[in-house]
């Protein structure tokens, strides 16, 4: 039995996507907090666990019988730590013999504000005593693609990644990837460093977009500060604006880049291009 958590969310949704094409919908469990938004997920044949990482008795009675736990980093940006070692304590009261945790690529090096609590959460992992892997994830290409339209809108992309390369990688590369550790044999105690297999500046995509939109877009670099201001003051969430800004800063040192192309060779599939993606993106 293998139990995904947060299930119901993008990435959660997509693993299960890829599970079913080589493992009984009978044996994956769809680990959500609500189960009635998740209910199209039982007409595949999925079981649906209620699994709450604020309710820990929740997280011991969703992983009975289960081998293996695929644990979906928390959204809750600065709760997560607590969050996962409850679920970490559940699996490993329930005697799962691997959980596979998303975390950061290069966590260990990583200078973005997000890789605190993936850092935390690996030590957690490192002292339970589970078997564990550690899916070290980049970017989501999708993070830079949702800014399209509005780039379209005003002939600008913004960000302050100045020349930074960013080896990006789809929601669905990253599922692909999960679901293959979760299917092989022989997978504790490894690490990837997943990202895209080319990298690509912001000026390069803004170069993508206005080729294939036929709409000129042009990446205009701004001071951090000024960055996180203009995304506030378009209406994002502090948080998730300084999240933005400060992920950007550290693309510019490097941080968004890999070249070890671990991702593609896990799932045996390159990973969607970046004139792909924008393709994608421009369709929608």
């Known amino acids: 039995m293998i139990a995904i958590t947060g299930a119901n969310g993008q990435l959660g949704r997509l693993v299960i996507q890829q599970l079913l094409n080589t493992v009984p919908a009978s044996q994956i469990i769809a680990a959500v907090r609500n189960l009635e938004s998740a209910k199209d997920l039982a007409t595949l044949g999925v079981q649906l666990r209620q699994a709450d990482y604020d309710q820990p008795s929740s997280l011991h009675s969703a992983f009975q019988g289960v081998d293996k736990v695929l644990l979906i980093s928390s959204s809750e940006v600065g709760w997560r730590v607590p969050q996962h070692k409850a679920v970490i304590e559940a699996a490993k009261h329930a005697g799962v013999k691997l959980l596979a945790y998303t975390s950061l690529l290069h966590a260990d090096r990583s200078t973005l504000a997000l890789a605190a609590e993936h850092l935390a959460t690996e030590q957690l992992l490192a002292d339970s005593g589970l078997p564990y892997t550690l899916l070290r994830n980049g970017w989501y290409s999708e993070n830079y693609l949702a800014a399209i339209p509005v780039a379209l809108k005003y002939g600008v992309l ?103 192309c671990q991702l593609s060779q896990l799932t045996g599939k390159a990973t969607l291009s970046l004139k792909a993606a924008v393709a994608d993106a421009l369709k929608n």
């Not at 080319?198 to 995509?205: I, M, S």
């Not at 080729?211 to 877009?217: F, H, I, N």
């Open 158 to 260: 913004a960000g302050c990644a100045k020349e930074g390369r960013i080896a990006s990688a789809s929601r669905a590369d990253y599922a692909a990837a999960a679901a293959a550790v979760l299917t092989k044999e022989d997978q504790a105690g490894l690490v990837y460093e997943l990202a895209g297999d080319t990298a690509y500046t912001l000026t390069e995509l803004a170069a993508e977009i206005s080729l294939q939109s036929g709409t000129t877009v042009v990446y205009q670099d701004m001071a951090e500060a000024d960055y996180y201001v203009m995304l506030q003051q378009a209406g994002l969430p502090d948080g998730l604006a300084h999240i933005l800004a400060d992920s950007d800063t550290a693309a510019s040192r490097g941080d968004l880049f890999d070249q070890s």
